[in-house]
Structures are given as structure tokens and as C-alpha cells.
């Protein structure tokens, strides 16, 4: 059935029913008995400070914003689906406002059984629970991404272009895909780049003993009403997809992960996630090794301590991460409006030797 043509009096009491109704319904336009648009923002403004950070050797100071994105989705039928945003990241970091915006997400969704979708276009790599979050509901102030190592030569910001089935087995959860990865080069005076130019093959597997994250992406908090426990593994294959000194080399990445959270009487909650990575680009090459993060936070109401941290050692020596984070958020209403905060105590290199980096961040987030 085609949807029914919107009429301007429909669009106007659309708008006002937008600029007047409460955060959960004040993104959504009907357009007909099944066809609707979903129209968001997301702002996070952004402070760091930095030790060390002035030119003098003083703490320096950083405001900009973190991300800015336009979000459009919506239903065309009850099978068919879209959704697409787009980003602007670090506008104004460091005084740099030449920032590139760029499509983040856009991809076609369709529902062909129950619980069971094919989706194709620009679509998040299916490697593990924390890659597959949406920055709109992180539980820390923002991704672990020294932990996310794809290759340089595939996709965009953990994105690639391609196609996936997603969808659920009873309590198994399951994403499977094909990507186009590493495109085929040639390079000169070196060799070539996967010269078969095949593509690149990712599954996610997890399992949900309590409760299932239903939505395409997962989220790091979720105020839940009934306790989730799931335990996830991921592998991403691609065949001579990195470069190196030493030659040409297959791109591999291993993830588990397991996430936890827990409602409590009077408004608490516990929120626990851990993901393990390994990953294998070539002897000479850093971001190949094993490494893993953690995080742990109790809700009181609107107020939430988190603790987590960070460890990566690397094939290549003295190429290793240690990183120790301990934040604090509050919860005004939950993921449409909140403040994050975080120090962050991180070495990197030979971890024995190298200084501690201390790092302050406060983000503000608005997500209408």
C-alpha cells in the first residue's frame, strides 16, 4: 500500500505535535497508516583539559564539539525501514573549524521474517558488543576506540560498504556480512594490495541468557526495567587487505565480550561491558596484538560513578596502551540530555618507562 500524500494542515499539526511533545515522542512524523520520518540532532559539546598541554608547559584548554550530527529515519512499510545521518566531528578542536562533514550512516533495512533483517548500504562492522554501540547511549564519555583497530585501508569511522543479515535465533542474536573492504590496488615499486580484490567477510554471534538488545545498534546504558547478560564473539576476515614493510598481509580481528546490566530497587542500576580483541596485520605493524577494556558503573537516580580501563600490548615493541579511567555522569533525562565526565590516566609506548598523560573531559550531550 502506497502512503497516503502528506496535506499541509497534516504537516502543520506534524511540526507542532514535534515542537511541543516530550523527547520520546518528538522525533517521529507519521506520513501514512504505515510510512513515518524520524528526524534528530545530536550535540555534544565538549572540554578538555590537558596536562602540559600550553605552549608555556601549562594545562591546556580545549572546547569544541565533539559531534554534531543531523539523524533521518523512518519506515516506508512494516518491513521496510531506511536510516541515514550525517557528522561532524571535532568542529573546532584545537581552533579547527575546516572540518569535513561526511556521511556517517545510510543504509535500507527490511524485515523478510520475523526478527530476521537484510540490510545493505553504509553499515557499522559487526566485530563485538562496544563496536557496535551507538554514541548517542554510551555509557562513558565516549568510545574505547584505541581498542577498534581496522585496518586503514577499509571503510570509513568502523563503516563499510555492503550488505549484512541480522537477526534472532531464539535467544541467539546473530550478524553476518559482506563488505567491500580493501579495495584492490596496485602500488608501486611494492605489491599489490588484495590484487583478487575480494571482499571482506564479518560475523557477530552473541548470546542472551537474560533479556535481547533488539535494536540495530546496541547501546551502553539502557535505564533498563529487567536485567540483560549476554556474552558475544565476532571474527572480520579479509585476505591481503595491509601493507606493510615486510609485504602484504591478511586482516584479522577476533572479539568476546560480555555485557551485563542490572536494575536494582530505588532507581539504581549496574552496568557492566568487557571486550577482548585480537588482532593480526602483519609482524611490523602496531595495530596488530591482543588487548582488552573494561567498564563498571552503579546509577544512583540521575547520579552514576564509572570506572573503566584500557590495555592494549602490541606485536610491534614499545607500541603498548595502559589507560585508567574514572568519570562520573549525570543523568538529567537519560539519553536526551546528560553530562559526562572523565580523567583519563594513559601511557603509551613502553609502558614501563613512558609518563603518565592526564587528561580532564566534561561533555555535554543533547540528543533530540
Known sequence: MRPAPLRPLSLLAALVALWTAGPAAAARIPLGEEASLNVGILLQPQLQLIEDGAPVGAVGTDLYLRRIRLIVGGTITKKLSFFAEIDQPNFGKDGNFNVTLFVQDAYLSYEFADKIWVEAGLLLAPLSHHSLQGATSLNTVDYHSS???YPATVGKIWRDTGAQVRGFAGPLHFRAAIFNGAEGTTRENAPAI???DLPRGLAH???NFLGREED?????IYFADKPLLSVGAGVDYQPSA?????GVHD??????DVFFDLPLPDDQEVVFQTNVFHYRQGFDVPQSGTGFFTELGWRFGQLQPVLSAEYF???VANQDLLALRPGFNLWFQKHTLNLKTEVALARVGDISEAET???GTAQLQLFY
Request: charged fraction near 15%; glycine fraction near 6%; avoid cysteine.
Open 147 to 149: 581498542l577498534i583497530r
Open 194 to 196: 588484495n590484487p583478487d
Open 205 to 207: 554471534v552473541r548470546w
Open 216 to 220: 540495530f545498534f546496541f547501546k551502553g
Open 242 to 246: 595491509v601493507g606493510s614493510a615486510t
Open 251 to 256: 586482516a584479522l580481528a577476533l572479539a568476546l
Open 313 to 315: 600490548h602490541s606485536r
Open 357 to 359: 598523560a592526564i587528561t
